[in-house]
């Protein structure tokens, strides 16, 4: 029988690989390395080289010729043994993806071979600091000069920048008849001139940094803009679906690992006769986080079904449904295997409070719990927009 709600034994063989190389690596390397400010290059590296970063970008240029489906399997068990490895989102499925359906010719063969297998790496740009979640308001500029481009404006919240060989910036060019600004996309390498980046003091446990990112009159080569000048917003759109799901499988990781190790705890804890698991007082939460976990899943694998088939409307909205279902069960989850280890939920060696701040990631962004409210106010309620 074929259905997207049963898993084919290839996406299984996927995830058990997967899981098995995480398990390897397994928490406490992944949090000693971020409380370290350290990368987690070791396990990206040893990912790349087994195809499972690459596994949604096309065989021809060395991806596995799989879809968003598979990709976001790869990033779910990896968080689920304790590596939740964010720039999955970023790298193969937000660039890989618009660089591969949008790309030239030789942007592809330029960036996607080592997207795939993990030897480059690429952050993605579009949150600034006066526009925040209404990207109309962005103000980073691209304007034509003789053949160039000169890029200039501010970006914040950039994941990753120092570990990435460029960054898909979003940024708007003038249109030559209206005036009207446009969102146009950009691979800017790093170290060109003009490109400054300073890091973000977070309260996060994690392998990536989040950096603001200073743009000033940066020159670009023609060819530096990805896709059609025209057809930015269309082509920005392609990624952003894949981002939402990535994100949403970025959050059920972390939630089915806290989920277990909650759950193993409450079997073997006593502190009256019985395991503390006995007490409905925690079973019952336990129980409800387990069916959370499991709703969201599924709408993310919807999204992605659709995703992969090549709707893009549709996918939208199962996008933004499953990263916003995804994110509140990961919120619940993660607060209620805290509470179920006590004090121990607290300390590092069970490793479970650093996960309060990651899950919140998948609440605010790439887009936060209340835009998506009211995206599915407006348009599939079809209620009055607000704002
Ligand atoms: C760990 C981390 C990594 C990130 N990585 C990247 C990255 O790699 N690249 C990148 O481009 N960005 C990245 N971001 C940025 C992220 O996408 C933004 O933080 C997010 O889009 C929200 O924007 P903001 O922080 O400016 O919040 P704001 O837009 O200022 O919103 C603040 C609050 O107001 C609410 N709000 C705003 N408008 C409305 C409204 N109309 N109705 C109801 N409520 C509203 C929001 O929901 C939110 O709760 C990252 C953020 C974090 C925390």
Known sequence: ????LIESTERQALRR????LARRYGPAYFQ?????????DELWAEAGKLGYLGVNLPTEYGGGGAGIAELSIVLEELGTAGCPLLMLIVSPAICGTVIARFGTEQQKQQWLPGLADGTRRMAFGITEPDAGSNSHRITTVARRDGEDWLLTGRKVFISGVDRADAVLFVGRTEDATTGKLKPALFIVPRDTPGFEYQPIPMEL??????FQVFLDDVRLPADALVGDENAGLLQL???LNPERIMTAAFSLGIARQALATAVEYAKTRKVWDTPIGAHQGLAHPLAQCAIEVELARLMMQKAAHLYDAGDDVAAGEAANMAKYAAGEAACRTVDQAVQTLGGNGLTQEYGLAALLTATRVGRVAPVSREMILNYVAQHTLGLPRSY
């Open 205 to 210: 446990v994690t392998a990536e940094r989040q």
């Open 32 to 40: 000693a390395k971020a409380r370290a400010g350290e990368a987690t």
């Open 1 to 4: 029988m074929s259905s997207p």
């Open 17 to 20: 690989a997967v899981g098995d």
């Open 237 to 239: 759109f392609a990624g």
